[in-house]
């Protein structure tokens, strides 16, 4: 089969020191090499500064690798992310408008969704104020129901986004589960091993930049988990 994406011995660092020609790098991810299957919803999980939100950063094309390949067989990967793009002084509209073309879809396509995304909003003829106007529960509805209508080749999730009152969260968090149980192909970071289990087809665990182990949902979770039992308890007795 024909992968969507192929990471070949992809390596990243940035300088740490605090000037410009500072030769001082922190590796954030080393010699990374695993495929992305058309349709599949592929978990990647590790602890906090293991390099999960990197790698998706990497993916999407908003940082380059130090060394080794990122191949793509796909037209658009996008990264689900709120208020990309947002400009306080701009209507809801301008807003919706700018973050479809940061997120590289034509000003055409995203036209055809304004009224989608303004009834999943629930923001009503709010959206016709300068977003300054906005609460932050309308202004996060906003950039998620604008990141839901994109329809990238892949789409890249950094934690389920809980967002705006209790209601629309429920209903955000049940929207993403049904795009990620789709032919939708997705890439999930989360620290919700539940979650992980419930929707995912492959499983990556990275630790310290590297891949650990990548597999089968429940092979690599229960692997994940047993390690992170018996950190807590070794830091635990120590």
């Known amino acids: 089969m024909k992968s969507h994406l192929e990471l070949q011995s992809v390596s990243f660092s940035y300088r740490t020191g605090k000037t410009f020609f ?10 990374l090499s ?8 592929l978990g990647v999980i590790g602890r906090n500064g293991a390099g999960k939100s990197t790698l998706l950063r990497l993916l999407s ?41 940061f997120n590289g879809f ?4 995203i036209l055809s969704k304004m009224d989608s995304i303004i009834e999943m909003s629930g923001i009503g003829k709010a959206v016709n104020n300068p977003l300054i106007t906005f609460s932050s529960g309308m202004r996060a509805r906003l950039g998620f129901s604008i990141a839901y209508h994109l329809e990238p080749d892949i789409l890249l999730i950094d934690e389920v986004l809980g967002v705006g009152d209790i209601d629309f969260q429920t209903k955000s968090e049940k929207l993403i589960k049904e795009k990620m149980k789709s032919d939708q192909t997705v890439i999930l970071v989360t620290h919700d091993p539940d979650l992980i289990k419930d929707v995912c087809n492959r ?12 597999g089968t949902t429940y092979e690599v979770v229960d692997a994940y988990l047993d390690y992170m039992l018996k950190s807590f308890s070794k830091n635990k007795k120590g």
Do not use: A, M
């Not at 695993?34 to 919803?41: N, R, V």
């Not at 034509?106 to 396509?109: D, I, P, T, V």
């Open 106 to 109: 034509s000003k055409k396509e």
């Open 22 to 31: 500072s030769k001082k790098r922190k590796n954030v991810l080393k010699d």
């Open 61 to 101: 094309d908003i940082i380059t690798p130090d060394e080794g390949k990122i191949v793509r067989n796909c037209k658009k990967v996008d990264l689900l992310s709120i208020e990309l793009g947002f400009s306080e002084q701009l209507s809801g509209i301008d807003n919706v408008i700018l973050s479809g073309l």
């Open 203 to 214: 499983v990556i665990w990275i630790e310290h930049g590297k891949v650990v182990k990548i």
């Open 34 to 41: 695993f495929k992305i299957y058309p349709g599949e919803t």
